[in-house]
Structures are given as structure tokens and as C-alpha cells.
């Protein structure tokens, strides 16, 4: 097996032992605070990818490791299972590819509105549920100013973009007075 392939898989298999949405969020959780425990300890990160540290002293010291972490019982196994199999080296890939999983089976999408003027709070949440319902997606919405659009709305959902501001009407209304003239 590749290690693309093996990223894929591990994810997967990783997913679908989660029993319900919370404990596929908290595995999401608790891949990234493993991920970061081995950012943050370069010592550790070595001892992993070390030939010279026999696999079952890997697994013991990965199941240590998620122990302290407090991780759930499924994740503790994944992690013993890398170590063990000499791949903790694609945790981070792995942990990636289960987020970008675990956002289509939850139909997740980013959304990002761009305003002339800050919004108060209600017409942030109109504006997502009026994505929401259009994408058909659960929406996390992000919320930016740019004056130079002067006016109105520019909505980026994905790669699709609802263009709404005061600049791309004027636009229009010249495109529309060009072509009769």
C-alpha cells in the first residue's frame, strides 16, 4: 500500500469506528491535540520514527502518550497501531484528510460574506441560514469588511461566489449601457 493510500485508509477506518457525531468530532479533537504533542516535543517525534526503538516499545510509549492525553479508547488503538507500524510520521496527513472527511459526512461547508460595514449579529444569521438553505449544507460562516466594495453583499461558498455588492451592479448597469450604445 502507498502511503497516499495508506493516509486514505487510515483515515477512513478511523471514521467509521466513531459510533455517532460526537465522537467523530472528538476524534477529530483528539488527533490534533496528538498532532500537537509531537510538534511541541521533537524528542518524542524522533523516538517514533527511530529504527533503533523496537516497535513494541513504540506502541507502549504511544498508548502512554494517549493515556495522559486522555483520548477516547479507539484513538488510543489508532495511535498504537502507527507506532507500532512505524507511520506516526503521518498523523498529521491522516488527521487532515479525517477533518476534510468528517466535514462531507456532516455536510459542512465555509462561508465567508464580505460587507461594506460591519453587520450586527441578526443579519450574520439571516445571511447564513439564507446559504445554508441555497447550499443545502450546514454553513460556518466568517464575516470580513472591505469598504471598497461600497455597498451590499459578496458571499464566497466554496469556490461559487453570490457577488451582491454596490460595485458589481454598477458594473452591470455600464455593461448593459454599452451594449446599447
Not at 10 to 28: H, N, Q, V
Not at 112 to 120: D, K, M, N
Not at 128 to 138: F, I, M, R, W
Amino acid at each position: 500500500m502507498t502511503r497516499t493510500a495508506d493516509v486514505t485508509a487510515f483515515a477512513r477506518g478511523l471514521l467509521l469506528a466513531c459510533p455517532g457525531e460526537a465522537e467523530m468530532k472528538r476524534t477529530r479533537d483528539e488527533l490534533g491535540r496528538l498532532e500537537a504533542t509531537l510538534e511541541e516535543h521533537p524528542t518524542l517525534q524522533a523516538a517514533f520514527v527511530n529504527p533503533g526503538v523496537p516497535p513494541a516499545a513504540r506502541k507502549a510509549v504511544a498508548g502512554e502518550l494517549a493515556e495522559r492525553l486522555g483520548v477516547l479508547p479507539e484513538v488510543r488503538r489508532f495511535f498504537e497501531l502507527l507506532a507500532e507500524g512505524d507511520r506516526t510520521a503521518l498523523l498529521p496527513a491522516i488527521a487532515r484528510v479525517y477533518r476534510a472527511r468528517l466535514r462531507e459526512q456532516l455536510q459542512l461547508v465555509d462561508a465567508e460574506i464580505t460587507t461594506a460595514v460591519p453587520l450586527p449579529a441578526d443579519r450574520l444569521q439571516m445571511l447564513q441560514e439564507s446559504l445554508a438553505a441555497k447550499t443545502g449544507h450546514v454553513v460556518s460562516l466568517s464575516a470580513r469588511v472591505d469598504p471598497a466594495i461600497m455597498g451590499g453583499v459578496v458571499a464566497r461558498v466554496g469556490s461559487t461566489v453570490y457577488d451582491g455588492s454596490v460595485v458589481r451592479q454598477l458594473e452591470r448597469v455600464r455593461e448593459r449601457l454599452l451594449a446599447e450604445s
